[in-house]
T-cell receptor, first 112, second 110 residues
Framework: DTGVSQDPRHKITKRGQNVTFRCDPI?????LYWYRQTLGQGPEFLTY????????KSRLLSDRFSAERPKGSFSTLEIQRTEQGDSAMYLC??????????FGEGSWLTVV | GENVEQHPSTLSVQEGDSAVIKCTYS??????FPWYKQELGKRPQLIID?????GEKKDQRIAVTLNKTAKHFSLHITETQPEDSAVYFC?????????FGGGTRLMVKP
């Protein structure tokens, strides 16, 4: 499968712990996006990379969230000191220079 | 200017009927408007999109219309089938960001 892949697919963590999600985009895609989706809501934009540069970051994103794309290929999203409100699905998406973005299957986070 | 409003939030139709979902936006800079379908527990998948230089686009039973003056665009599904049941999201590009509406849960009753 040459689509966007995310790992892990599911994560249950205790409040206060740190979690990290990984995204591998479609190989020729230079643009990478992270979104958060809660039940019954649309995907909410978190951040955007073009190659290794993080060009956009939502002002809704707290300082506990950090994302990297060190070599312009895979990306990681880390959440520090998780809170119950962080429980959501974290979606990664990628695209080329054109507009269409392709989503991964998402990483479900449950904070207990 | 980031938000896009989507209506209705739920829509129930009889199999064979048409379904229409509408989205509105506020800024004039948006130039790309996709629609995604998301089945339960699965990734959102692009079903159709339209760019601002076009007023309408059709793909079999699915069509999208765009009214740039009024700043709204709509998804039309004709001859609905049970497998069309899903959540549909409209989106629009605003700068480097693609932002989404809150979604419409479409239920097609057999």
């Amino acid at each position: 499968d040459t689509g966007v892949s995310q790992d892990p697919r599911h994560k249950i963590t205790k409040r206060g712990q740190n979690v990290t999600f990984r995204c591998d985009p479609i190989s020729e895609h230079n643009r990478l996006y992270w979104y958060r989706q809660t039940l019954g809501q649309g995907p909410e934009f978190l951040t955007y990379f073009q190659n290794e540069a993080q060009l956009e970051k939502s002002r809704l994103l707290s300082d506990r969230f950090s994302a990297e794309r060190p070599k312009g290929s895979f990306s990681t999203l880390e959440i520090q000191r998780t809170e119950q409100g962080d429980s959501a699905m974290y979606l990664c998406a990628s695209s080329t220079q054109v507009d269409t973005i392709y989503f991964g299957e998402g990483s479900w986070l449950t904070v207990v | 200017g980031e938000n896009v409003e989507q209506h209705p939030s739920t829509l129930s139709v009889q199999e064979g009927d048409s379904a229409v979902i509408k989205c509105t936006y506020s800024d004039s800079a948006s130039n790309y408007f996709p629609w995604y379908k998301q089945e339960l527990g699965k990734r959102p998948q692009l079903i159709i999109d339209i760019r601002s230089n076009v007023g309408e686009k059709k793909d079999q039973r699915i069509a999208v219309t765009l009214n740039k003056t009024a700043k709204h665009f709509s998804l039309h599904i004709t001859e609905t089938q049970p497998e069309d049941s899903a959540v549909y999201f409209c989106g629009r590009r605003w700068g480097n960001m693609l932002t989404f509406g809150g979604g419409t849960r479409l239920m097609v009753k057999p």
